[in-house]
């Protein structure tokens, strides 16, 4: 393996852990359930990809090896992390959590709630 895809498998190592540590801190500093999702499913997701992408570059280098299950699990957290946040982001609000104070704008409150979730809350 040659020295220049070294050097790349190893910067995509440290955007991923900086990515991680970025969501980190915006686990830790963000004020609301909202805004922590966010930063939960987009940077972590991100992370997780560039580390996962990193180690099938390494092996498919240095081994002549293709890994499907590394691959499998490329696809597998691209798809199901941000849906998966986007979820909890809309049952959060849905179940009233409320929002930051320092909130500008909610979008969702000018469409209204649909009347399957009304129905939900009244029974």
Not at 2 to 24: D, H, K, P, Q, Y
Not at 43 to 49: E, K, P, Q
Not at 72 to 101: C, E, M, N, Q
């Amino acid at each position: 393996m040659t020295e220049t895809v070294n050097i790349f498998i190893g910067v995509l190592v440290l955007l991923g852990a900086l990515l991680s540590l970025v969501t980190t801190l915006g686990l830790l500093r963000l004020p609301d359930v909202y805004c922590r999702s966010h930063a939960a499913s987009k940077s972590a997701t991100l992370g997780v990809l560039l580390v996962l992408i990193a180690a099938l570059l390494y092996f498919w280098f240095e081994d002549n090896y293709f890994s499907a299950r590394l691959m499998l699990g490329i696809v597998f957290v691209f798809v199901t992390s941000p849906v998966a946040g986007h979820l909890l982001i809309r049952a959060a609000y849905y179940t009233d959590v409320p929002l930051w104070k320092g909130t500008v704008q909610d979008d969702l409150k000018k469409k209204g709630q649909s009347n399957s979730v009304q129905q939900m809350k009244n029974s």
